[in-house]
């Protein structure tokens, strides 16, 4: 049962929406320009609960499920997606990870401050060379004494310029046939030794940062190791991006949906010849097929919302979201800048950006070619055993 009933998630939806609606759409300019959340709306979600809409009620948080999870997404898909990834680390991949395997004591220490969002937990998995296979990360933690201490660099984490706390993963001993032996550990951000990047500069989604991080001689108590095992790392990894998955393919066609309804008011009003550009057809062949994919994606997500929390699907099933509407908002935000003309491709105009932001969504978390070997794999292997 999820914690939170239909109607108060009715009514929670309902805020969310006219939040993003009316307060951050208005915006998006701004935001563009200054690569920064301001800090009023920063403030406004804080007190929405959007930094632990994902923690359970215990731990502060408003213990949403992951069918209620992927409603939201919808919604913070509509506006910048940078707004979004000011608390979706805290929510999604980095405090999943303590709210599955954290001991009592790691979460008490932290996921309130996290489900508050007085601390922004950012997730460290990414390495040069260990992206996509991040079972060949290099970064070392080794035991000393009580202690563990940490070498290696990450690259690409989002939220690091301005992270408390870093979910970090790294390896204690080499894989072998018990494990891929990594493990994961809680590294306040103050913690010496840690070094965060210059942010880096991207090709959309401003506002939200991203950077290297650099670990050298990091030193840990023991009980900074997540469930006070060194066996949890790659398990915990694996379970906070395949639920994360779900949320993106979420996020995706909140996006789709803006891309859409950017795209028929435009073409209901822009004029050449004297005629709406509505009126032609193959204009109208551009909007069905954006129509279309935004039911077909917002369909499948539900599915593998539901599917996830039953328990009956939570491999297969994130992936063949993400996969299929992470791809379908990039053709969706394509056509939409089709259907603007010379106009989609200028700046002030939300398609240009959604085209530029939604880039993302088929690179992190898995790309999309990692989401077909996991859907492809995942069911020759499951065929095989069934012989
Ligand atoms: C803006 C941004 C934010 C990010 N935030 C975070 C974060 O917060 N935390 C974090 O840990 N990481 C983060 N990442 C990292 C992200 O998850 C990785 O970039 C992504 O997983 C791809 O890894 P890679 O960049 O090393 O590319 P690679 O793995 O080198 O991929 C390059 C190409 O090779 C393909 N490829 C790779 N392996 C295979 C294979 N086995 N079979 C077929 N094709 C393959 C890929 O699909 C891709 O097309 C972020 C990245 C970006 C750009």
Redesign the pocket.
Known sequence: MPEVGPEDFSAILAHVREFVRTKVVPREQEIMEADAIPDDLRKQAAEMGLFGYAIPQQWGGLGLDLTQDVELAMEFGYTSLSLRSMFG?NNG?AGQVLVNFGTDEQKSQWLERIASGEVVA?????E???????AGLRTKAVRDGDDWVIDGQ???????PIADLFIV?ARTRPADESGPGIAVFLVPADTPGLEVGVK?K?MG?EG?W?ADVVFSGVRVPASALVGGSEDVGYKAAMTSLARGRVHIAALAVGSAQRALDESVSYAASATQGGHPIGEFQLVQAMIADQQTGVMAGRALVREAAARYVSGEDRRIGPSAAKLFCTEMVGKVADLAVQVHGGTGYMREVPVERIYRDVR?LR????????QR?IIGGGLIREAGKRK
Not at 122 to 126: E, Y
Not at 363 to 370: D, K, Q
């Open positions: 680390t991949i950012s997730f460290a998995l990414t040069p060379g260990a992206g996509s296979n991040p990450k690259r690409f984490i989002t939220n690091a993963f880096d991207k989604q939200a991203t993302l690179l992190y978390e898995g790309t999309s070619e990692i070997l």
